[in-house]
């Protein structure tokens, strides 16, 4: 079984076992030391709504071999702002992710851990870090606590310093199923955008404050293809800055 339980000091999740080498971020090209990708593109800055599909390949030089076809996918409701990820700073002009924008971020990011309501030894065959959200569980976005952009188990907490937080166990399944996507991770800089994931989108498929949704199959199909040691990374761009980057970057 490969699921883990990761905390920073006793209390959140810490993902330095998982970094990778040095060599291995890449500035020219953040995803050359990939062996899975995930692509999310809109029609434009402003689009809520786009396509997802997700690729892999055996060896770092080979091409991407997909492994769907696109699906529709929902994003934040004011679309694209760039990220703070493995891309570096902005690659153009447009405005940057801040909390509270409703908008989700562009450019490239690792995959953290998969996150839901199942117990682990539900989810024995997942190959990447699995949280079990409890009703006690909670992301951050309070840019004045010092556990801003981090998901907790709050029961491990002594010195709950923050005002607001997500919860991570919803009344609904939104949040049956999830994926941390690390915007603003490494550092977390106060007001650059917290608790950014993959998850289940509602019934009318809205757009969000900043998540990526989708159905519910789409996401578990992701989720038991995820691979940690494949070191998995999602790109998402609108089409005109995935166009200019695309050579670059050798992407699918």
């Keep these: 079984m490969k699921y883990f339980f990761l905390y920073l000091s006793v209390a959140f999740f810490s993902f330095s076992k998982f970094l990778f080498p040095q060599e291995l971020n890449d500035i020219k090209n953040p995803i050359a030391n990939s ?28 091409n991407w071999n997909s492994k769907t076809q696109p699906f529709e996918i929902a994003i934040g409701k004011n679309g694209l702002a760039w990220g703070y990820g493995l891309h570096g700073n902005q690659l153009s002009n447009y405005k940057t992710k801040k909390e509270g924008d409703g908008k989700s971020p562009a450019g490239v990011f690792n995959l953290g851990f998969v996150f839901g309501y199942n117990k682990p030894e539900e989810v024995k065959t997942l190959k990447m870090p699995y949280f079990y959200s ?27 310093d923050w005002k607001s937080r997500e919860k991570m166990k919803l009344k609904n399944d939104l949040y049956k199923w999830g994926i941390t996507i690390e915007n603003n991770s490494t550092p977390r800089i106060k007001g650059n955008g917290s608790c950014i994931f ?41 089409q005109n800055e995935y166009d200019k980057l695309k050579t670059v970057w050798k992407l699918p």
């Excluded at 976005?141 to 556990?147: L, Q, T, W």
């Excluded at 519910?216 to 790109?235: H, Q």
Aim: proline content about 3%; charged content about 25%.
């Design 198 to 238: 993959f998850h289940i989108w509602d019934e009318k498929e809205k757009p969000t404050a900043g998540c990526t949704v989708m159905s519910e199959s789409k996401l578990v199909e992701i989720i038991y293809w995820l691979d940690k040691t494949k070191n998995p990374i999602v790109v998402q761009l609108p």
């Design 134 to 160: 409890h009703s006690k569980c909670f992301c951050i976005d309070d840019v004045n606590s010092e556990f801003y952009n981090l998901v907790i188990d709050s029961t491990l907490i002594t010195n709950a």
């Design 35 to 62: 062996l899975q990708l995930i692509i999310i593109i809109t029609e434009d800055w402003e689009a809520n709504k786009g396509y997802l599909q997700y690729f892999e390949r055996n060896k770092y030089d080979d």
